[in-house]
């Protein structure tokens, strides 16, 4: 597992309906209101000789997809048969004034209960590309996503690219045989090696696996001679950043993030979890038959090593006719295998996360703020707290200690609450800020953040290893310009953390290698064409500086996508507060909002007497 090792259906139809608005609906005369109902159950699957209970939307493993235009509305009625508390988060979609629903449990609504249904709705202005939907309760999300397809407005011919001949989801999972609950229960207590089974592509676990010598089904493309496609690819892990090659084929990288970036020609595509790539690939090798692989990576030692579940799938040509003489030679049959990097070169990620550029010719580009009001410098890192509220215990992996994952020294609490934060940030913001403590603007002590003796247990680790458990929060002035430094560190492990933020998009100025400093690093900032993302990876033992603007009013998750850091706690809140117009203020909570299961909406006077 990817943390020191403890010392101890009902399947419905998808109704995709598109209803045509009257001429006079803004933003655009033609924008179209896109409805799903996604019915969310569990249902038996059965891969490797074992018939596993999961949780799914409409019977589906991945989920299904969501295809809208550019301008339109979504409404998607989920309707909750599972005996989980559900919610559903538009991945990259900037919820502009709508943070109701960003879809965060306890944070932006109550959850939909078990028996209950409630209706998303959110558009989709100003955003081309790949995004994607997932559960954000517990680890469900490993079973319960899909892909979010947002075309531009002119068809698929004003796509800054050559128009591809068809657009393929590549979405790379994970096949857990475990229980989602419990191995997200026994990471936060740090109890049990919770790891998954098999890795997948578009739900299928290919054929490296096998039981009882029947061989597992592996996603197959079937492509034309000198056609080009585009990939959509997600990856929807919550382990592992992915490298993934196809023999023989190399990817022209177009977007990132649901934004178009300069084409960039590679062999390899690196993708953490939550990030998603767009990619054409020409079908332009020897017609035969060609392996997808992806490939999990993972820091070498002395990190926690897990076990590389690679999967693949296989790309064939589907012209009949056979090289040669036309006779069939059962060699060709044998798909050929790329060359893949080293599970522990995490170089070919920071390479190919540096190569992205936006496009500086889509006239849509936002530019990137010169000003800058407030700088956040914000180390990412391990750390333990003393468990049963002691404030002091043995740490070095005791018992009585917990590991935890922070940021500037600080791991995320879930506070307990009787209504959603946000709806008591719009009634009774006063008492919200009782309950929250502020996120250092930067790590309360000085240390060689990138030092890898700081890896394994020892004295100069034990020194720093102490940390604190608070509901952090860092509040924003509307419309405020806001500068983040991540910094990697070497605390306890030497992971990369793939950080996303709610409801804004932002400039990735640069990255590097080591510890970040001011005096130089500045300097190199790209602030002409940097990539714009949701998502930004932080290299291992490594930096990246971001912008944006916070002018989304709300409450948003910022956090750390490996599903097991978010439950150990790096995580924050990003409060952006009201401006003084109606345009740039939080409006009300949608009028048929879940209720915690009350049999109306609390008001926080209610619950919370002054
Ligand atoms: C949901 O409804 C079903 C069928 O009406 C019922 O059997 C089940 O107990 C209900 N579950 C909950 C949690 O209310
Ligand atoms: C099936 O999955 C369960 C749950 O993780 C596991 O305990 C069991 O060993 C698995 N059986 C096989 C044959 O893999
Ligand atoms: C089954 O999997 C094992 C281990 O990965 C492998 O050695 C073997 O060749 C596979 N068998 C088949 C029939 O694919
Ligand atoms: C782009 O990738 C190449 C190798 O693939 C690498 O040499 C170069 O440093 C990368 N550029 C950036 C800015 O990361
Ligand atoms: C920090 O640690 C690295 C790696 O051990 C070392 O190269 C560097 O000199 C150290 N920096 C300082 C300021 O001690
Ligand atoms: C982290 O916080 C704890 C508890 O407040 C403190 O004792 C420790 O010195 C801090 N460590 C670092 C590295 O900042
Ligand atoms: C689901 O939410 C309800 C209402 O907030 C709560 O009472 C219940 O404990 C939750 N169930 C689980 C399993 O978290
Ligand atoms: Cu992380």
Known sequence: MKFRSSPAASAAIAIAVVFFLSAKAPPSANAAVVEHTFVVSQVKMTHLCNETLVTVVNGQFPGPAIEVTEGDSVAVHVVNKSPHNLTIHWHGVKQRMNCWADGVPMITQCPILPNQSFTYRFNVAGQEGTLWWHAHVSFL???????????PRRGASSYPFPKPYMEIPIIIGEWWQMDLFKADWGIKQHVIDAYYTASTINGKLGDIYNCSGAVEDGYKLDVEPGKTYLLRVINAALFAEYYLKIAGHKFTIVAADANYVTPYTTDVIAIAPGETVDALVVADAAPGRYYMVALPNQSPKPDPQSPVLITRGIVQYSNKQKPGNGVEHPSIDIPVSPEMPDQHDLMPSFYFHGNLTSLVHHPQRPRVPTRVDERLFITLGLGSICRQGHSSCE????????????????????????????????????RVATMLQELPKEPPMVYNYTDPALIPLGPKEAKLEPSSEATVARRFRQGSVVEVVFQGTALLQSESNPMHLHGHDVFVLAQGEGTYDAGRDAARYNLVNPPIKNTVHVPRLGWVALRFVADNPGIWYMHCHFGFHLSMGMLALFIVEDGTTVGTSLPAPPADFPTCGHDHKLMPTELYPI
Do not use: K, W
């Open 141 to 151: 999300r490993a079973t319960l996503h899909g892909a979010l397809v947002i075309r």
């Open 395 to 430: 740490r070095s992996e005791s018992p009585d200690s917990l590991i935890v994952a922070t940021m500037n020294n600080v791991s995320f609490q879930q506070p307990a609450l009787e209504m959603p934060l946000l709806e008591m940030h719009y009634y009774n913001p006063d």
